[in-house]
């Protein structure tokens, strides 16, 4: 039976489902409809497109596993649709998150303004260094399906050690093992939060040392750059802090795997978790000038020139 709990919990799940799937689907359907009319697409672009993709399927993925979590708890923690969550969680996550890094290192190369020559090598080779970061994100998916399909094994070991047997000292071993696999399959989330700092850190600098020098030329009120680097410092610093916050709630939620009664800690992480795809990708909208006003226009907030 549903307590009132379960049903505010629904209520903010399918809520924050909708609009993510209003937000992500709008910045994917306008970057589709530009592609078909012009032929052609920008890497940016083509990035961004695909990344509001992932972030659909990962809508999905949290709103099947909420739903399921309420309704039908016993198939929740069934053996089944335990790979079967872990899977998706998986594809959704790698695909949101390291699409999102090419983005953070693309907007780097392309805005911040550095003399090294190795930022002037990697500033004139930006296809081929996003074109390495996806090679490196298809080798962590490939060594992360090897550790899925481990974990998957060690968990199906355990539950067969728990019905058979009573030996407690066995039981524990294998929980161990189980929860150091669980940490090793999620701490990959480190190495693209890495590159992404970095990338942010970079731009930051270059914007600061961008604006000494504005001060010592005579420029027009508004400089195009400095605007630019304003707009995706921005973009940047939101990424990371709504990166830290997904990091700690998903750390959150696996570690309460092993906990008696978790229920409701995966209710918090299932509601708190999409909200950093949904919020990058509003501020990935808000800070382009066009995007912003077709989409105000969707939401009824400004008419249609």
């Keep these: 039976m549903l307590t009132s709990l379960h049903i505010f919990f629904l209520f903010m799940v399918f809520s924050q489902f909708v609009l993510g799937i209003w937000g992500n689907g709008f910045l994917g359907l306008i970057h589709c409809i530009h592609w078909i009319k012009r032929s052609k697409i920008s890497l940016p672009d083509f990035i961004i497109m695909n990344l509001a993709f992932s972030r659909i399927f990962l809508q999905c993925v949290v709103i099947f596993d909420a739903t399921t979590l309420v309704l039908y708890p016993d198939f929740y923690y069934g053996e089944t649709f335990i790979e079967i969550r ?27 303004n550095f003399s090294h020559p190795a930022f002037l090598w990697l500033k004139g080779r930006i296809s081929q260094v996003v074109a390495c970061l996806l090679l490196g994100c298809g080798l962590f998916f490939f060594f992360s399906t090897v550790l899925l399909i481990r974990k998957f094994n060690m968990y199906s070991r355990l539950r067969k050690v728990m019905i058979i047997t009573n030996y407690t000292e066995s039981v524990r071993k294998k929980e161990r093992e189980l ?25 930051i600098l270059s914007l600061r040392r961008h604006t000494k020098m504005m001060r010592h030329h005579v420029t027009a009120p508004r400089d195009v750059s400095t605007k630019s680097h304003v707009r995706a410092t921005v973009v940047m610093v939101f990424f990371l802090l709504l990166f830290v916050f997904y990091f700690v709630i998903v750390f959150i939620g696996k570690a309460s795997t092993f906990l008696p009664d978790a229920k409701v800690i995966l209710m918090i992480t299932l509601w708190a978790a999409p909200l950093f795809p949904s919020v990058h990708t509003l501020i990935l909208i808000l800070q382009n000038k066009n995007l912003k006003q077709a989409f105000l226009r969707l939401l009824w907030l400004k008419r249609a020139a």
């Design 179 to 203: 929860s150091v696999t669980h940490l090793i399959g999620f701490l990959w989330t480190v190495i693209p939060f890495l590159i992404s700092l970095f990338s942010c850190l970079l731009v």
């Design 86 to 112: 872990e899977a998706g969680w998986m594809l959704s996550n790698f695909l949101s998150i390291w699409l999102s890094t090419c983005l953070s290192v693309l907007y780097c190369l392309k805005i911040a």
